[in-house]
């Protein structure tokens, strides 16, 4: 895995995003929304009833599903308040996956309550690739005078210009992982699908040479898996050769840089390399396209935020009419309204909403008010 040279950090309305890069590739990417809980965040929670058949309880924590946290022995009283740090935010019909935390809790604090925000990206970053950063491109102004703040003096802070996620080719990253299909150098790819028991990853070798592929893969894979923050059981079918029980040890070195441990079981009887990664924060896909492999309505409100301010900005209008599928208007009008004022804020004029019918969800039109 190629070593880290670059951050980006880009505030847009209601978000900030985050994108470590080595040379012109994505290494990792972070979502902060203001809006959604994130891992590493501590909450004061209070215990609910015990997980039918587990050792654990239910956290209630005043943001929607009950987290589950494991226990060991006796669980205390019910209504109980324990702090709690979020592993993995709610995803589908599951709630937060929590451990306890070590936290002061300030005199009088009432649960449920977020005691302490989730650690800064752009800050575990440098602390863990400061001799090889040489750069920390951020945007806009605001965000770079807060980024210096944060961090020491040493750290090599400069401001961009625009969307720094689009101009250092991030966002087109980004939309490459969504997809299933990674290309190799020599011509071949893997194939990377996901379903709710494990994440088969397929090789395939197209013209070149399969012990070729296999060891691009290999490289590919450990990429791939941090990038897209793939977690959990993970299967890869690597092309038979007589040389393929080498690739188990080649993957291990290729994922050892990454800081989220993985667990390579070693190959299954049918060849395949299996292995675990731990799972912490949601993965890229779970946070844009949900359970359902769609764009979720909040990810593609973000994103009408974000080109209606480029809008605003680049056609010097005074406000901007925005047009979207119902369930991204009701978005942008319900939870996410903090958002859509902070993008008011920002062109210091008016983004009026309005509502098609007929438009598929990640449809949408900006134009003058």
Known sequence: MPAPDTILVQRSPGETRYALLAGETLIEVAHRRDAAMQAGAVYLGRIGAGVPGVAAVFIELGTGLSGVLPMKGRAPPQGTAVPVVVIVPARGDKGPELKPAEAEVPAGAKAPTLLKSAPEPVADWWQCYRDGITSIVCAPRRETARVKALLDQDAPVEEGSGDVFAAYGVDEAIEAALGPIVPLPSGGSLIIESTAAVVAIDINSGAADPTVANKEAVAAVAVELRRRNIAGHILVDIIPT????????????????????????????????????????????????????????????????????????????????????????????????????????????????????????????????
Do not use: N
């Open 242 to 369: 007589r040389r393929r029980s080498e690739f188990p040890r080649l993957l291990a070195d290729a994922l050892s840089p990454d800081p989220i441990a993985a667990h390579i079981a070693g190959l299954t009887p049918l060849g395949m390399i299996e292995l675990t990664r731990r799972r912490v924060g949601l993965s890229l896909a779970e946070i844009l396209t949900g359970v359902d492999g769609a764009l979720t309505p909040a990810s593609v409100a973000y994103k009408l935020l974000r080109d209606a301010v480029r809008f605003a900005h680049d056609e010097k209008a005074a406000g901007v009419t925005a047009t979207a599928a119902p369930d991204v208007v009701a978005a942008l009008q319900g939870p996410l309204r903090a958002a859509l004022d902070e993008a008011r804020d920002e062109i210091k004029g008016e983004i009026t909403l309005t509502v098609r019918e007929d438009f598929a969800r990640p449809r949408f039109e900006i134009k003058r008010a």
